[in-house]
């Protein structure tokens, strides 16, 4: 990283760049496996799917962490701990006693890996009093590779792998005269629509866009979108990156419940959940 950045006591300069090279090795992993498709498929308990990189990578990226902050405890969505323990991911007792853990997906959209889609990510939080405070995000692949991340001074940076180049970016508050939305593949656009109209009807004219994982988030910060909708179960993992980012450049975060009438927009989004189960949310730049 180029910029001169000073102490926040959450991470320092050289713990970040330390997790930016990791997760670049990492990457490599998924990389290799997305094309030679040298990887096992199987069922986890929820019946969705988990390769075998989905786990390699898990356990390199908490070892990992343990080597660069041996104090502060892992949550992998696969189940390892940074000392190679396994921690099953719908274990009831969470880390709040620590008040202080990483959050990893090691491949955040392993059904677009498994289908030779590029729309997968590797994805690093910091959790401090329930709440990220540091995020790292990594798709190798999707637009030539890119990831986005915060530093100490809660900056969040671009990184342009297929240009090996590097830029703060914003994303200041608008009100444009088309709303760019992004959703995730399989939600139906009506429930989109009836969203909009409850909670945002002065947007009369808006665009939707499908992708999965947490590449949407990428396109949010990167100012490529407006408005960030999910109507369905995700996870915290799958989140947590992402809100911390998100926030940094001054958007917000929110939970959405679907079960009234007006699909209320409620609180911000909050961390070490029992099971790490999130409700519906919204991530917003829009006034």
Not at 158 to 180: G, T
Not at 200 to 214: I, L, R
Not at 247 to 268: F, K, S, T, V, Y
Request: aromatic share 10%; glycine share 6%; proline share 3%.
């Amino acid at each position: 990283m180029t910029s001169n950045i000073a102490n926040n006591n959450v991470l320092n300069n050289q713990q970040i760049k330390q997790i930016f090279d990791l997760v670049i090795e990492a990457s490599e992993i998924a990389i290799t496996g997305f094309y030679e498709k040298n990887f096992v498929v199987k069922n986890k308990p929820d019946n969705s799917k988990v390769t075998s990189i989905d786990l390699e990578i898990s356990q390199f990226i908490a070892l990992g962490l343990k080597k660069i902050l041996p104090n502060i405890p892992v949550i992998c969505e696969e189940g390892f701990k940074g000392e190679g323990e396994n921690k099953g991911q719908n274990e009831d007792e969470n880390n709040s006693k620590n008040n202080c853990f990483f959050l990893v997906d090691p491949i955040d959209g392993t059904a677009s890996f498994i289908n030779s889609k590029n729309e997968f990510s590797i994805n690093i939080a910091l959790i401090k009093n329930n709440h990220p405070v540091f995020g790292m995000i990594y798709a190798p692949l999707f637009q030539g590779g890119r990831m986005v991340f915060s530093d100490e001074k809660k900056q969040v940076w671009l990184y342009q792998n297929d240009l090996n180049f590097e830029q703060v970016i914003n994303h200041p508050l608008s009100r444009p005269s088309q709303a760019r939305i992004i959703a995730s593949h399989g939600i139906a656009d009506k429930k989109i629509d009836d969203f909009m109209k409850k909670n945002y009807g002065d947007y009369h004219n808006f665009k939707v866009e499908k992708y999965s994982s947490a590449v949407k988030f990428i396109i949010l910060l990167t100012n490529q979108a407006d408005l960030y909708l999910h109507l369905k179960t995700s996870m915290e993992w799958d989140t947590a990156a992402g809100q911390a980012l998100v926030e940094m450049l001054g958007g917000e975060m929110r939970e959405i419940d679907l079960n009234i009438e007006d699909c209320q927009i409620l609180n911000n989004l909050a961390y070490d959940k029992k099971n790490y189960i999130n409700p519906n949310f919204l991530a917003s730049f829009l006034k």
